[in-house]
């Protein structure tokens, strides 16, 4: 056991043990580094001004995300590499290309929300070759601006494009070799660091094995992956969530693999990460994932931990109730799996027993023969939560009547929920507009949705049925679905 946690901020290599287990990684740049080029606007994760890359190993490469520094605790980055706007310059004052694009373009005005852009283009611009429009809004989602109207931005994104990385200019290429050296060797041991401050404790635990040792000493302790929510509950709610058990370091959980059984994906996986296995399978799921959060949140974010939450609007759940999804829990003595449905039990209590915690879940493999669509309501399209989410599944037999059918809903009911009075209104009848007509009332049987600042009940219910119209026409061969437009190519 250990009582420090060791990473690497730009070029320094830093071990601390003096912190409490809610400091944001923002909070410990600007008031104790001094590197105040990240910004604090939202301190929710929405408005990208605070964003930093964050590197880690993931599958013996070195991977660097942009991530919202303000809902990151420090907590979380033992075995990383943080990256902020001071280290892009050269030492001569000289801009980084990306930087300098920005100049060029104009990207900037007021020049609050700045190093969050040009954080996050920089990370576009080391992954991605010759990104296309769409890539640049897609890496620019979780950064707002009210100033420039973005396309100043957007042209300095697509200006740099051709200028890749060189060890000349870009400091993280020049020195990757050593950096993915020294996060080999933190890497390398597996003691249980913690870290005390007061009465409030961080533990990081080791492996899993000590993550269930951990747990079964401290049942009622909060456990964070991503903390795209945990951190929402300490910078806006000032809830107390001591002990933290921090766990997105836990290799052995961040796994997807594929046997009989069907795509098995841990619990710390992140949405970007399982956004590329997802969506080859499922196409709706990764529409779904590209609308959940902005790309920091993505990087950040767990479906573990989406799962795990509980939350009535979480996208997830809906999603992976309609597949029929299994859950698997963990703890020091052993292991229990369950359908996905049946770990929510009401608003605010999950099937999950002290010291038990997520490890992983496994989604079926898909049937050709089977529809499947998600469709995520909200007042904004990208990065908003949902009013409401719902999925359909659907198979038919030979004869054109409905075989299998799942409807999951989030954001009608305190939990995500079947509609299971619809479901049996569907069994085994023909899939007609008829039938389909016949059976829109029974939402009214499943939900009593709630009226709030997204949405009245009114709406919800009447979205609901409407949604299961618009699933009819698309396995009918009626696109209803509004797609994004592409410019063609000059």
């Given amino acids: 056991m250990t009582s420090a946690i060791r990473f690497i901020l730009n070029g320094e290599d830093v071990s601390l043990g003096d912190f409490a287990p809610t400091e944001t990684l923002l909070d410990y740049l600007r008031l104790r580094r001094r590197l105040t080029g990240s910004k604090e606007g939202c301190a929710e994760g929405d408005c990208g001004a605070c964003t930093v890359l964050v590197g880690r190993l993931i599958g013996g490469a070195l991977r660097y995300e942009s991530v919202n520094a303000c809902i990151r605790f420090v907590g979380s980055l033992h075995g990383t590499h943080v990256v902020t706007v001071e280290h892009l310059a050269g030492k001569n004052g000289e801009l980084h290309p990306v930087q300098q694009a920005m100049v060029d373009c104009h990207g900037s005005q007021c020049g609050f929300c700045t190093p969050g852009f040009v954080m996050s283009l920089y990370g576009l611009w080391m992954t991605t070759e010759n990104p296309t429009r769409a890539e640049i809004e897609t890496a620019l989602q979780g950064n707002l601006c009210r100033c420039t109207g973005y396309e100043p931005i957007v042209k300095a994104a697509e200006q740099v494009a051709t200028q890749r990385p060189s060890a000349l200019f870009d400091p993280i290429e020049r020195d990757r070799a050593e950096i993915m050296a020294k996060l080999w060797t933190i890497r390398s041991s597996s003691d249980t660091i913690r870290i005390s401050k007061g009465e409030n404790q961080a533990i990081i635990p080791g492996t899993l094995s000590d993550l269930a040792e951990v747990l079964a000493e401290h049942p009622g302790a909060?456990?964070?992956?991503?903390?795209?929510?945990?951190?929402?509950?300490?910078?806006?709610?000032?809830?107390?969530?001591n002990p933290?058990?921090?766990?997105?370091?836990?290799?052995?959980?961040?796994?997807?693999?594929?046997?009989?059984?069907?795509?098995?994906?841990?619990?710390?996986?992140?949405?970007?990460?399982?956004?590329?296995?997802?969506?080859?399978?499922?196409?709706?799921?990764?529409?779904?994932?590209?609308?959940?959060?902005?790309?920091?949140?993505?990087?950040?974010?767990?479906?573990?931990?989406?799962?795990?939450?509980?939350?009535?609007?979480?996208?997830?759940?809906?999603?992976?109730?309609?597949l029929g999804t299994e859950l698997t829990l963990r703890s020091a003595t052993?292991?229990?799996?369950?359908?996905?449905?049946?770990?929510?039990?009401?608003?605010?209590?999950?099937?999950?027993?002290?010291?038990?915690?997520?490890?992983?879940?496994?989604?079926?493999?898909?049937?050709?023969?089977a529809y499947y669509a998600v469709y995520k309501i909200s007042k904004r399209r990208d990065e908003d939560i949902s009013a409401l989410c719902?999925?359909?599944?659907?198979?038919?037999?030979?004869?054109?009547?409905?075989?299998?059918?799942?409807?999951?809903?989030?954001?009608?009911?305190?939990?995500?929920?079947?509609?299971?009075?619809?479901?049996?209104?569907?069994?085994?009848?023909?899939?007609?507009?008829?039938?389909?007509?016949?059976?829109?009332?029974?939402?009214?049987?499943?939900?009593?949705?709630?009226?709030?600042w997204r949405a009245t009940a009114e709406y919800r219910a009447l979205t609901a049925k409407n949604l299961l119209t618009r699933f009819f026409l698309e396995t009918a061969g009626q696109p209803q679905e509004l797609s994004r437009f592409e410019p063609e190519e000059a």
């Fill in 244 to 322: 933290v058990v921090f766990i997105n370091h836990l290799t052995d959980i961040q796994t997807i693999t594929e046997d009989e059984t069907g795509i098995v994906i841990g619990a710390g996986v992140t949405y970007t990460q399982a956004f590329e296995v997802l969506e080859s399978h499922y196409p709706a799921l990764g529409r779904l994932i590209d609308r959940i959060g902005g790309q920091q949140v993505r990087n950040m974010g767990t479906i573990g931990g989406n799962i795990a939450n509980g939350s009535p609007i979480g996208d997830t759940p809906p999603a992976l109730i309609a």
């Fill in 334 to 369: 052993g292991s229990r799996s369950m359908p996905l449905e049946q770990y929510f039990i009401e608003y605010g209590k999950q099937d999950r027993q002290p010291g038990e915690f997520v490890e992983k879940f496994t989604v079926p493999l898909p049937d050709e023969e």
């Fill in 222 to 241: 909060t456990i964070v992956a991503g903390a795209t929510d945990v951190g929402l509950w300490v910078t806006k709610q000032m809830r107390p969530i």
């Fill in 390 to 452: 719902g999925a359909f599944y659907l198979k038919l037999d030979g004869e054109g009547c409905v075989e299998t059918c799942r409807i999951a809903f989030g954001g009608m009911a305190g939990t995500p929920k079947r509609a299971n009075h619809v479901e049996n209104g569907l069994a085994g009848r023909p899939w007609t507009w008829n039938t389909v007509a016949s059976v829109r009332d029974l939402f009214d049987e499943d939900y009593t949705p709630l009226t709030d």
